[in-house]
């Protein structure tokens, strides 16, 4: 299982496990859940597109899934930013769905991109992977003060020359570069269980920021690869055991959280 | 007492393990206008959502007309403190006035001449009839106010509740509302308790003064309640009493200021 | 004329059937939007459609039309939406995002089985993309019935619903069961997302709940004008949609037509956007009004 075509899905899918453990946190703290569901579909236009027309692919992935965070933040300045974000997420959906259709194999391909296929990870993928993977996070840790107070405290951070709106988009790129290369692996509709999940539960662990984060992290990459395996095994699709574990680590927080305040109430 | 439109009896409200309310004891007859005065957090809005029955009380009733409240009440009027209507909402100012009627109501309703009269009629009166058409998430905070009391007043209710009416608008605008208010309250023999932090502003107007503050209640006269022993006792420290141009500014002591000695002055004044 | 209505057109018996129920569908769910939007639970119907979208896979796998498992999920998923209660809104947020995630595993799971054991092509892409053009017939009568239920049931709550978003509390004061009216409310989204996953699929059901009655309420000022508009467009969104997908079928490159629900979905989002960009005046901006814009604009949840 470790060896030849799976090494690269290991990679991979470790390579996937952080971006989303970071970004994730970040997506719970800013309260962004339905702009992280949004964004990966961009990312779906862009895979369906790119693999029919025979352009580079990660091109392809790029260029929607930031066409896809643009068109939230650009629609968010006159609309309310469910609506914005709604609308922008069809769009993408429609138009992947479009670029599937033409294809022979539009069935699978349709289902492989939205729920994932990380057994079919080449070599050549793996690369560009690790590389916009390291390129976000190398964002994200240049970005990490401002995004953490605009975050938590917007306006002391506008007050402090931190433009909120220019921070959200900021964030929003990233997100959306870091998932376009996560998609064909986990999956668009996925993609967005693996951020939320781990961070919430991070979250009801501890509210230190840095550790959160690391937590979220690790949370993920148990994730993924329990689910691997699970999937090797099993053959039934990652994206169901990313769905399930994402919730069983919620509430295994969420429990945590909860004992903890009962421990603390009780009289010592 | 029982020929008051809203009488409160004893009324307790404890929350969290705090005593928000104290006690609270007072009536209000038909037509009398009222000021419900306190500092931020005395228990105003509280108090104002025992009235309407959004708050349960922990001690004490409530009695309209000498009844206890039933949850269908509607014959008080109210306009809360801040909406935060939404840009997009789809409602004219006319449709908000007439929701005023009926917006309780379940099912269809068809257009009537006699509901759109009343509705313009209303609007004339509170002064919102050059902005009839606009949606109600444009307009201004004051425009909005108008509005709201619009609302509140269509269903001819015996008692219009107003929650910090003035706190969001400038200087002209508070007198434009007051006065608008207490020119409809009259006409309409509506009773009005609105709550304020600054009494100043209603003073013209005022019948009578509910002061509230540290959750207890001096209900009377603006003369006879706004004294300094009277207040000091309400707040549990010494306040001063200041009248100045015909202003009236209700202030804790200053540093320096003996409190024994301050004390024991009030105490020989005390009736 | 020939080449906007390819030949055909006007005698298929499905696209009779298509425009007569995708009629319905439309105005169902445009006048269901408007209320969605209005009352800021545009995620809550995005999560109804991809909860929904569980469903239809379920009932897929077990051989049963994918409406009812549109609705049974939709309205189980609307009832315990409703249970757990209107929290502080980003931890409800983030709750909703992890049933989704589950809801979503298990649509793949179901899918993946689903394709297993059955020898339907492009059940997967039926399921997440819709099938207007291949209405099982039997399930028409339930489909009406269930739209103009959702339909009577959002024109009875109209007033009430708008006095709410307009004051929770004056909407309580006056007796109105505002939990009550909320839950009702949500069952008539279940029931409306479920009818449009019926027609453009699962995941893109929103884009005939939301861009619709987005659009109108950028038009329109009063309740009534924004659900004649709303109903309007959608209805115009599904008939050139149709019209479209109709001529699409010998369009390169695959010759089998392009999907009804990609025009669907591009025409209305496109609508939005031409009113979008039109520059509103807006008579009655203040500074308060535009800091409350930036703020909304700040946060995309």
């Known amino acids: 299982m470790f060896t030849g075509v799976m090494a690269n899905t290991w990679i991979a899918a470790t390579a996937v496990a952080i971006i989303a453990g970071v970004t994730g946190f970040f997506a719970v703290l800013r309260g962004s859940t339905f702009a992280a569901h949004a964004i990966p579909n961009g990312a779906f236009a862009g895979a369906a597109g790119a693999s029919l027309l025979g352009l580079n692919p990660f091109a392809g992935l790029a260029v929607f899934s930031v066409a896809g965070a643009l068109g939230i933040a650009g629609l968010s300045r006159r609309s309310r930013s469910d609506v914005a974000t709604a609308l922008t997420f069809v769009l993408m959906l429609g138009i992947g769905a479009l670029f599937v259709s033409w294809s022979n194999q539009y069935a699978q391909e349709a289902y492989s991109l939205l729920f994932g296929e990380v057994f079919g990870v080449s070599t050549d993928e793996v690369l560009p992977i690790l590389g916009i993977g390291a390129l976000s996070i190398a964002a994200i840790i240049v970005m990490f003060r401002p995004l953490m107070l605009s975050s938590a405290l917007p306006e002391v951070a506008a007050a402090r020359g931190v433009p909120p709106r220019r921070m959200e988009l900021a964030f929003l790129l990233v997100m959306a570069l870091a998932t376009s290369m996560t998609v064909p692996v986990v999956g668009a509709l996925l993609m967005f269980s693996l951020m939320i999940g781990p961070a919430a539960a991070a979250r009801s662990l501890t509210a230190r920021p840095v550790l959160a984060m690391a937590l979220s992290v690790v949370i993920a990459l148990v994730t993924v690869w329990t689910g691997i395996m699970a999937s090797y095994q099993s053959n039934w699709p990652l994206g169901f055991f990313v769905g399930i574990l994402g919730a069983v680590f919620f509430l295994a927080g969420r429990g945590y959280a909860a004992a903890r305040r009962r421990l603390a109430i009780r009289p010592a | ?271 | 004329m020939q080449y906007v209505f390819e030949p055909g057109f006007f005698t298929s018996g499905p696209v009779h059937v298509a425009l007569a129920v995708g009629t319905v569908i439309a105005i169902t769910s445009a006048v269901v939007g408007v209320f969605t939007v209005t009352r800021g639970q545009s995620f809550a119907g995005h999560s109804l459609a991809d909860i929904a979208t569980t469903g239809g896979s379920g009932a897929f796998l077990i051989g049963v039309n994918q409406f009812w498992g549109y609705l049974a999920f939709g309205a189980g998923a609307a009832a315990f939406m409703e249970m757990i209660g209107i929290q502080r809104r980003r931890g409800r947020d983030v709750a909703t995002g992890v049933v989704l995630g589950a809801a979503l595993g298990l649509a793949a799971l179901f899918l993946y089985l689903g394709t297993q054991y059955s020898t339907t092509t492009g059940a997967s892409f039926t399921i997440l993309f819709g099938s207007i053009f291949v209405l099982t017939p039997s399930t028409v009568p339930a489909l009406i019935v269930s739209a103009l239920l959702a339909l009577a049931t959002v024109v009875a709550l109209a007033r009430v619903l708008l006095l709410t978003s307009l004051s929770p509390d004056i909407a309580a004061a006056r007796g109105v069961p505002v939990r009550a009216v909320g839950a009702a409310f949500l069952m008539a989204l279940a029931v409306s997302v479920a009818l449009s996953a019926v027609i453009i699929g699962a995941v893109l059901s929103t884009a005939l709940l939301i861009g619709p009655a987005a659009t109108a309420l950028r038009l329109a000022k009063s309740p009534v004008r924004a659900v004649i508009t709303a109903a309007g467009l959608g209805v115009l969104a599904i008939w050139l949609g149709i019209l479209l997908a109709y001529d699409s079928f010998y369009w390169p490159p695959a010759g089998r037509g392009w999907p009804v629900s990609f025009f669907v979905v591009t025409l209305i989002v496109g609508g939005y956007l031409v009113t979008y960009l039109h520059r509103d005046r807006r008579p009655h901006q203040n500074p308060e009004q535009q800091n409350i814009d930036a703020e909304q604009a700040c946060s995309p949840a």
Do not use: C, W
Not at chain 2, 166 to 171: F, G, Q, R, S, T
């Open chain 2, 1 to 271: 007492m029982t020929s008051d439109l809203l009488t409160l009896d004893h009324v307790g409200v404890r929350l969290g393990g705090r005593d928000i309310l104290r006690d609270v004891s007072f009536g209000i007859r038909p037509g009398q206008f009222t000021g419900l005065i306190g500092p931020n957090g005395a228990g105003k809005t509280t108090l104002l959502k025992v009235i309407l029955g959004l708050q349960p009380v922990t001690a004490g009733q409530v009695l309209i007309d000498g009844q206890p409240r039933s949850p269908r009440d509607t014959s008080i009027g109210y306009v809360p403190q801040k909406l935060g209507i939404e840009p997009d909402i789809p409602l004219r100012v006319r449709d908000v006035v007439s929701l005023g009627l009926d917006g309780h109501k379940f099912g269809l309703r068809l257009p009537s001449k006699t509901r759109r009269e009343l509705v313009s009629d209303m609007l004339t009166a509170v002064g919102a009839q050059r902005y009839a058409d606009a949606r109600v998430g444009e307009l201004s905070g004051g425009e909005q106010q108008r509005v709201m009391i619009a609302h509140a007043l269509i269903s001819q209710p015996k008692l219009l509740l107003l929650d910090e009416p003035l706190a969001n608008l400038d200087i002209s605008s508070e007198q434009g509302i007051v006065s608008v208010l207490a020119r409809l309250a009259r006409a309409e023999q509506v009773a009005v308790l609105l709550s304020a932090h600054d009494m100043n502003p209603l003073m013209p107007y005022m019948d009578r003064i509910v002061y509230v503050a540290a959750g207890r209640v001096a209900v009377g006269d603006t003369d006879e309640v706004v004294q300094p022993e009277v207040l000091s006792r309400l707040y549990g420290q010494h306040v001063d009493v200041i009248r100045v141009h015909g202003r009236i500014l209700v202030v804790a002591a200053p540093e320096g200021v003996d409190e024994a000695e301050a004390a024991a002055e009030d105490a020989g004044v005390m009736r």
